[in-house]
């Protein structure tokens, strides 16, 4: 594994982050064991600046952001009349 990755750094960073949206953390942490392993530079760089994890709210949060003005698109704001 540490030959592919050293080979082909793209396909080691996407494999990085299938197992962080996916992955178990064993499986995270073999991966980084074969990556260092391949001691490539540019395989360190794309394990360095892989994606982070979010959290269920950060991803909520991130995709009521993303839709909010979808969502809303022609609605007035409602408000109370007295």
């Known amino acids: 594994m540490a030959e592919l990755f050293q080979e082909d ?4 960073a996407e ?14 942490a073999a ?7 391949a001691k490539g ?3 360190q760089q794309a394990l360095d600046a ?3 994890r979010e959290t269920p709210g950060e991803q909520a949060g991130r995709f009521k952001d993303h839709h909010q003005p ?3 698109k022609g609605r007035e704001p409602k408000t109370k009349t007295e």
Do not use: C, H, K, W
């Open 31 to 37: 991966a980084r064991r074969q990556m260092a392993l």
């Open 15 to 28: 494999y990085t982050a299938q197992l962080l949206r996916e992955g178990e953390p064993g499986d995270l």
């Open 9 to 12: 750094p793209a396909f080691a």
């Open 50 to 52: 892989g994606p982070q």
């Open 70 to 72: 979808i969502l809303t």
């Open 41 to 43: 530079p540019s395989v």
